[in-house]
């Protein structure tokens, strides 16, 4: 069976082929859509897309010509997942992180050797885009950087460095808050929105959550980067219980994907760790998530997070240490308080730039965690709906 799953996931990589009228591709990978559509998508610094490709969106003043073509979807479910997230480099008024600095920002290395462990299927939880101010002035660790929605700066925060990556396997792209139409949401929607583009119609501030089926396993991918956290927003939030009430007809098992996790945890007042997505929060009006979704995969909070809930929730896993700047987060992250009757039973935190790698064993996956340069650093277990991660 291992093998058949492989040879089908490969079959997407066709595009991936060197052509010789691939000499102006500036960026290249596949992602999967709504239904599990497989879509080879390049970049072009050119007027023309490379055969068989159909423009996706023209150039315009900001961005190059973007090319899309149908890929061969996988039929059978993937058995090595990597997930990482909130990747970019932060450059915002005074708060500057040294992009320049591979120690201080190391996305590439990262993702160079994240490749290396040749995974069927990647998971980016959101948050690609951090460089919204100029560099200040005479500041050495990020001079020369671009900023901004535009090609310079997608290419620079993310396209480049997660070149090896994106050559390495097919993508499940979730929208981050820094995707919102605040921020760079325009350029993401052109870029990796999952539906078709349109450079006239306004920026959609939320896209509609959407299913990839595997056989035996089904992500639903879910847009929350408008979701406030601390705040509670009463326009979002019949949207979300419609797409939270659309989960009990999921399939089972189903991992909710998304980037605002709906109870992850921050250190709070005497150093204890709160938190919790109160705009989610309301939407689920007390009620548990419905009983298909197994697992939660989000990022935001950046650390690694392994959370156990009370109750029926489906624990959830967070990967938002792909670059940006870490947050600080207790390591024990039992009890957390949410304000709501959802309390974390188990949890803990893990510090420091990473990813994490999901392979299947049996009915249960290992969830083993690296650092930046690809170190093995920790050994989960993901079985059922619980998370173990031993000392």
Not at 167 to 184: F, K, M, T
Not at 313 to 323: C, D, I, R, V
């Amino acid at each position: 069976m291992r093998r058949f799953a492989l040879l089908s996931l490969a079959l997407i990589f066709v595009p991936f082929a060197a052509r010789a009228d691939d000499s102006n591709v500036l960026a290249r990978w596949v992602q999967l859509g709504p239904g599990g559509a497989a879509e080879t998508r390049a970049v072009v610094s050119g007027t023309a897309c490379p055969a068989p490709m159909q423009p996706r969106a023209a150039a315009s003043a900001d961005f190059p010509l973007l090319c899309a073509a149908p890929a061969a979807a996988p039929k059978h479910a993937p058995e090595r997942i990597l997930v990482l997230g909130d990747t970019g480099c932060r450059i915002k008024g005074s708060l500057v992180q040294p992009c320049n600095d591979p120690v201080q920002w190391p996305f590439a290395a990262l993702a160079q050797s994240a490749a290396k462990f040749k995974p069927d299927l990647v998971i980016h939880v959101g948050d690609y885009l951090y460089r919204e101010t100029p560099c200040p002035s005479g500041n050495a660790g990020c001079a020369g950087t671009p900023y901004g929605d535009n090609w310079a700066t997608w290419k620079a925060d993310f396209f480049d460095p997660a070149a090896p990556l994106l050559a390495a396997a097919p993508w499940v792209i979730v929208r981050g808050n820094h995707e919102d139409c605040y921020r760079s949401g325009p350029g993401y929607l052109r870029l990796l929105g999952p539906v078709a583009f349109d450079p006239n119609a306004p920026c959609a501030d939320h896209v509609a959550s959407y299913s990839i089926p595997f056989d035996g396993l089904n992500f639903v991918v879910m847009d929350n980067a408008s979701a406030q956290d601390t705040s509670v927003d009463p326009s979002a939030v019949p949207v979300y219980q419609s797409e939270f009430a659309s989960l009990a007809n999921a399939p089972e098992p189903t991992w909710l994907l998304m980037h605002r996790p709906i109870w992850g945890a921050l250190t709070g007042p005497l150093g204890l760790p709160v938190g919790g997505n109160q705009t989610m929060i309301a939407a689920l009006g007390g009620s548990t998530l419905p009983a298909p979704v197994a697992l939660q995969l989000a990022g935001h909070i950046h650390v690694f997070e392994a959370l156990n809930y009370n109750d029926a929730e489906p624990p959830a896993m967070l990967s938002g240490n792909g670059g940006d700047l870490l947050d600080s987060v207790p390591t024990d992250l039992t009890p957390t308080v949410f304000g709501t009757p959802i309390r974390v039973k188990q949890g803990l935190s893990v510090p420091g730039f990473g990813f994490f790698l999901m392979t299947k064993v049996g009915r249960d996956w290992n969830v083993d965690l690296y650092d930046a340069s690809g170190t093995f650093t920790r050994r989960c277990l993901f079985t059922g709906r619980h998370v173990d991660c031993p000392n």
